[in-house]
C-alpha cells in the first residue's frame, strides 16, 4: 500500500520571492533556511508524489463558481511566473488524482477537479522553494479561501482523514508527502492591509504543536476572522494536521513579525519516523474503496 513518507507546512507570503530585500537580513536567513530545512526531508523522503494543499487568489476559484476544494488531475499544471517565480509547466500525478477524487465521492465528499488548473504563488512558491527541480509529480489540492461562505474548519479537517485513509488502500504502492501552505494572519486588500494579528499565529502554532487538534477543528469563522481574510488559508494546515494527527510537529521555524513582508514565519513538519499515537476519525465515517463503512465513532 502508499504511505505518507513526509508531511511539512509553510507560510507562502509572495514577497518572500518577489521582494526579499524588504525583510530584515537575521528573519529572511531564518525563513530561507528554514526551506531548506523542509527541502532536505522531503529529499531524504524520496516521494513519489507531491499532494500540495493550498490557497489561491481568484486564478481558478471565481465568484461564478465557488467550490470548497479543487483536486488537480491533469498530467500538467500551468505556474504562473509572478514575483520571480519561474514560468513552470508542472508534472502532474493524474492516476493517483482521479483514484483520489473517486475514493472522496465514494466516502460522499463531493470535490471538483479540474485538469487545466493554473498555478498561482499559492503552489508555485512553496513548489519553487521544496522542490527547485521539478522532478516529482505533483496533485495541487486548492482550497477556496477567498469567496464567503466558506466551507468550515471541521470539513477541512475532514478532507485530511479522508485524505490519508485513501493514501492507505491505495494498492500502488506509492511514496507520498504532504505540503501545506498559507497563512497564517494577515490581512489583504482593505483597511487593515499589512496587519496581522501574533497572539492568534501563537494560538494556532501553539495548539498544533501540542497536538490539540479538537481545538482547530472546532474553530468558526468568527475566531478564523481573528486573523485576518487571510487567516482562511490555515485550512490547509488543518487538513495535513488531520491527516497527520499520529505523529508530533516539529516547529521549524517561527518568526511572529516580518516587517515588509507582513507575515509571520511559521514552518513545521511533522515526524513521520517517530512514534505514533491513535489517528484522527472523521466527523463522518469513511468506507474503502469500493468496500462497506470501517466502522465509525
Known sequence: MSDVVAA???VHAPFITGLP???PDDQRTAVYDGFARLRERLTAARPDVL?????EHIT???STNVPPFVVGIGSTHACIPEFNLPDAKIPGAPDFAR???????ENDFDVAHSSELVLDHGVGLPLHLLRPENDVPVVPVLQNTIWSPMHTA??????????RAFIEQDPAGRRVALVAAGGISHWVGNARHGDLNVEFDEWFIGHLRAGDLEALRTMSQEQIDEGGDGANEIRSWISVAAAMSDCRVESIVEESFIPGWNVGGYQVAWDVAGPREAKARPTSQVRPAGGEFDGGH
Open 8 to 10: 511539512v507546512a509553510t
Open 21 to 23: 530585500q524588504l525583510a
Open 99 to 105: 483514484a483520489f477524487v473517486h475514493f472522496a465521492y
Open 60 to 62: 481558478n476559484i471565481l
Open 51 to 55: 499532494v500540495v494543499l493550498s490557497s
Open 154 to 163: 471541521r470539513r477541512a479537517y475532514d478532507f485530511g482523514v479522508l485524505l
